[in-house]
């Protein structure tokens, strides 16, 4: 998942140190974590959490679990790559 989501222009993801979520920083992309979050949910089909539902120092990051076949996770890069060339 890491790898993937550094492939995706506007992202770039450090590796977890045991949890079984990602949190890609996405300033890079010049959108807002909500406004991200809510447009690869509803155009991408790509469920993930602004992180700023844990607070404002959240700003600038998504969260994603990992927990989650690879052929599920590959599909999400996919999709979410795919938004992000046609709207960035």
Known sequence: MV???N???G???QSPRGAFYVFPNITKTGL???DLAHALLDEAGV???AATAFGTFGEGYLR???ANS?????GALKRI???VRQNL
């Open 47 to 49: 469920a993930c959490l």
């Open 3 to 5: 790898e993937g989501l």
């Open 7 to 9: 492939r995706i222009k």
């Open 64 to 66: 994603f679990s990992v």
């Open 32 to 34: 807002r974590s909500d």
């Open 11 to 13: 992202f770039c993801c």
């Open 81 to 83: 790559d795919d938004w």
């Open 70 to 74: 690879i052929e599920n996770i590959e």
